[in-house]
Structures are given as C-alpha cells and as structure tokens.
C-alpha cells in the first residue's frame, strides 16, 4: 500500500550515479504540468529534465530506493521513460542520424558524417480536467567523447564560398544563422522525429484530435540542440514546447 501511495503522490527518490559520484536525488513526476503554461518556469519539470538528460549517458542511472523499484541502467534515454509509464520509447543512434535521416548531396550522398547526436523519443496519452494531450519526450545526449562529435562542437560554419570550397555541400544545414553542427544535427533529429510520429498515426497510436506537450531537454552539446529543437516547436502548429536544458554552450 505504501508503494501505491507514493506512486499516486508521484513522489520519487533515487540513488543517482553519474560516473563515480553517487547521491541521493528527490523529484517529482506529474503529467498535469504539461497541460499548463509552458512560458512560466516550472522547478519540478527543470529537476525531471535533468534526469532525462542524464539517463542519455552509459555512466548515468538511477536506482529507486521510493515511489518504485528497480534502476535505469541502459544508458540510452528510455529506462526512465517506461519507467513514467510512456510507451513506444525509441533510441536513434547518432550513425543512423548521418545516414537514415540525412539529406543527400547532390551526388546522392550522405555528407557531414561528424554532425552525430543520439536521442530518444517517448510519448504518454494523457487526459485531465477534460483535455486530452498527447505528451512527448525528446531527449538529447551530449558529446559522448568521440572525434567526430567534438569536431562538430567547433564546426560553426560560414556561409561564403570560401567555406564550402573546402567543406563541400552541407544539405541538412537549413539556418545559415544556425552553428553549423548543432542545426545539421538538430534538423536530422526533427527528421527522425517526424518518422516516429507519423509511423505511431499508421498504427492508429496517437489521438490524432489532441493537442502535443513535447518534453525537450539535454546536456552540454544535447543541450545546444535542443534549444534549436525548441525554436522550430515553438513555430510549429499544435505542439506546446517545454524547454529546459543544461549547461549549454
């Protein structure tokens, strides 16, 4: 019974390690933040995004002492989502991002292999106080130490000849006013994203009549992305943005 109760109350603490640092964390989950303001900053949402964010990364986990049982050891962004009950949790790794979801040169082929980024998707059906909404999670993971991913931190790019003489074509750059490697990255996750959500509609998995809360966070690089993820939601018709990110560059 006390294990219900903490459930209903949505009421969590875990012991989170993050690399060889362990400590205790307290934190909430309530669906119900996601039918609210999205302009008005929400604490509980900043801690939950920060978790989100962390579950990215191999060497970052939870293991639930209250409020549930088990860990979040998978280290790629859906763990902690089933956890919080969403459904269809999908990984894209950052190789099929430079592959399956890039736009191709003129010669037909993928370009700008060193704009990778990994994320995770997750959505829950929620209906409260009459409303129904269909709530995603885009997680983005930060550089995860490789030479193509720091490479990318630095390639800001230049739109003038003189860059793209020496770099080539770079068709998943769409905003020149954009850092190069974050929106070529950020464009292909919106691409990913935009896959999942219309292979969920072909399964008849989402309300499509219902208004979309989308959950975007991430750390460092992950960080940088998102905010450019963001932007485009916010301009995009019949999604609410809930934005909030670490440390970014």
Sequence with gaps: KEQADLCLNNDFVAETTWSKYTHDSWFKMDYRWFFNDNTVYNR???????????????????NFVKGTTGNTSSGNGTSLAKVFGM????NVKDKALATTYARKDSNGNAVDGDDLAEVAFGHRRVTWNGETREIFL?????????HEEWSSNFDIGADNNEYYSK???HPD?????NHKGFDVAANRILAAFDAYVSDLEAQGLLDTEAKRSILITG??????????????????EGYDPYTYTMAAP
Excluded: C, P
Aim: hydrophobic share 40%.
């Design 167 to 169: 770099t080539g074509e």
């Design 173 to 177: 750059w769409l905003n020149k006013q």
């Design 87 to 90: 459904t269809d949790v999908r």
């Design 44 to 62: 509980d949402i900043a801690i939950l995004a920060s978790l989100f964010a962390q579950d990215m990364y191999g060497d970052g986990y939870l």
């Design 138 to 146: 885009m997680s983005v993971r930060g550089t995860n130490g490789t």
């Design 219 to 236: 750390h460092s690089r992950g960080a940088a992305i998102a905010h450019l993820l963001a932007a485009h939601f916010e301009d995009r």
